[in-house]
């Protein structure tokens, strides 16, 4: 017991030593970026138009599953599988895990460590080693007086060494090892790992806000792909209307045979346009399952309207960024570990100082192992210090400044982008919206052009060549309204993106509980519900009466002949 206490007193000794020792690492403070008070691009406007308003404190975050605000009961329910079946969010998920071992791995330096370290020998040594001695002493003596005596004794000793039998060694040792964290060597690194723990779960959320973004912009492209493939499929029934209109106009021997044969060609031209948009509509539905771990043979999304309204958002302060996006956030706990990996580098110009203690029992018999004279212990410190080292250790440290630097600058220029992307898709959806307003007032001026040419080219009055360039226009201007919408509804979900989602620093905790607890990786991940049949090829029928040709052009039925 006593040697136990002895071990605990230096243990307590030395956590002392800790608390009252040095530490090397510069102080740190994040650092210093140039904000402005306002974002340049968010001007004044038609909030409901182009997507975002200013942030007033009662809605100055945005919300946490951002998607919903698009009021899509798909795709909330294609966001909810990315957090358990995306393989990138589980991979982002491990490495969170093995930064957060790291750290426990650091944090068991401050502790002495004890190892139990039993044995048993069984040997003979050599006479030549052990040794033999053998002594004889002999004594005389006489004395004369009243009365006379002779005494003669001799005394005779032999030794010779026994320990060349061959005999048994049982020890059990407990022994104890403590470095003393006097220059705050340990206690960086510790630091260190735990912000690259940090910048860990701070690099998951931004794969999670990447990803469900990316589902989101694939989501709408697919929808949108959709919409222009039932574009095309209703002027490819247009124009069938109008080439019965020209077979008719050739038998009334109004038309010659050219016209046919350009309606023809633009009929077929339209019909492998329709067809083409296939080849995207089918990647974007396989972006999409892979997206949310699900194998693309056994997945399908079914053909739907496109009606996607553009949600509003709220955009505050440029400082914002730096606490909502998790990139940034990443980026400075980068630096606060570089700078921590300074003071793990200085330290080692000071000598280190080990504590160690063992304490047990050895005996050459089992039975008398735990017999108090076999007892046995032993203390001390232990001091080490690198007198030469060719300048490794200052070229250590210039290393780690230098990467502090390098963090720090790369921190900073985190930030200047982040600031850039936001302003950037400010821009575009504020110069898209008017951009559709106008694309969309050429479409029904596209449109008006189609119904006059039409009229004139029915009365003789003018070529089908005008007819065409007519219709061509007409369609061009549809799809082109078409893209800006797609346009605006990526900057949208790119702009949520930018803003940092519904993301903040002061969730990194809730991160990284869910980093710790993830979903089963080996389970298979379910299929979404309305994919309940069996999957479709792409591209998926369209529901009876979606493809109708539109009232814009306004033939007689008795002018048309009928169709074959």
Known sequence: MKNMRTLSSLAAGGGFLILTGCNFAPRYDPPKTVTTA?????????PAGQGWKIAIPSDAAIRSNWWESYQDPQLDDLEA????????????EANYRAAHALVLEAQAQLFPTFSLDPSMTRGKSSAATTGTSTGTSTGTGTGTGTATGTATGTASATSTGTSTRVHNVFTLPLDASYQVDLWGSIRNTVAVNRYAAQASAAQLANALLSTHSLLAQDYFQLR??????????????DYKASLRLVHTLVDSGVDSEADIASAETQLESAMAQATDVGVARAQYEHAIAVLIGVAPAKF???YRHFNQQLPTMPVGVPSDLLERRPDIAAAERQVAQSNAQIGVARAAYFPSLTLTGSAGYESTTLGS???????????GPSVAQVLFDGGARR??????????????ATYRQTVLSAFQSV????AA??????ELTQAHRATVAAKRAVELTIVLYRNGVDSYANVIVAQNAFLSTREAELQIQLRELTASVTLINDLGGGWSTSERVQTERMAEHPADPGKEPSIPTENSGPPVPNPPPMPEGEIRPDDLIKQNNDAMAPEN
């Open 38 to 46: 306002a974002f340049k691009e968010a001007v004044s406007g038609d």
């Open 81 to 92: 599988r990315v957090e358990i079946s995306n393989q990138t969010i589980v991979a982002a």
């Open 224 to 237: 949108v792909a959709d919409e222009q493939r039932r574009i095309l499929e209703t002027t490819v029934a």
């Open 300 to 302: 399908s999304i079914p």
């Open 369 to 379: 192992l735990f017999d108090l004279p076999n007892r046995f212990w032993s203390v």
């Open 395 to 408: 070229a250590a440290v210039a290393q780690a400044r230098a990467l502090n630097d390098s963090q720090v």
């Open 423 to 426: 302003e950037d898709n400010l």
């Open 429 to 434: 959806l504020r110069i898209l919206s008017q």
